[in-house]
């Protein structure tokens, strides 16, 4: 399974970006994919992540309203949206999968990790 992501960049505070996961390849099960955030000099913090087989999601209370986890299964791609950004969001979004649906999101549930897409939230 590779996971590759896109639609990082450089937006003003209270802006939106929706973030894209393109998932190719095969593994056993139906794997869940999952967002992190790393902020710099920090670990990684799960966000979003919904069940590539049941479609059920899950996103982080800190978050909640804010940003918003949905799948294309034509496309195979997850998508993360973000609305109203805030300056601390800035960090590299990780998109990665992993075999078990279980909340909180701990990065040591997720085991295949695409190479993350820098957000910057600025004026």
């Known amino acids: 399974l590779q996971l590759v992501e896109s639609g990082g960049g450089s937006v003003e505070p209270g802006g939106s970006l929706t973030l894209s996961c393109v998932v190719s390849?095969?593994?056993?099960?139906?794997?869940?994919i999952g967002w992190f955030r790393q902020r710099p000099g920090e670990e990684r913090v799960g966000i979003s992540c919904?069940?590539?087989?049941?479609?059920?999601?899950f996103t982080a209370e800190s978050m909640e309203g804010r940003f918003s986890i949905s799948r294309d299964t034509v496309e195979n791609t997850v998508y993360l949206h973000m609305n109203s950004l805030k300056p601390e969001d800035t960090g590299v979004y990780y998109c990665?999968?992993?075999?078990?649906?279980?909340?909180?999101?701990?990065?040591?549930?997720?085991?295949?990790w695409g190479q993350g897409t820098q957000v910057t939230v600025s004026t």
């Open positions: 990665a999968a992993g075999p078990f649906y279980g909340t909180p999101m701990f990065e040591s549930h997720y085991n295949i």
């Open positions: 390849g095969r593994t056993a099960g139906e794997p869940v």
């Open positions: 919904i069940s590539t087989g049941s479609g059920r999601t």
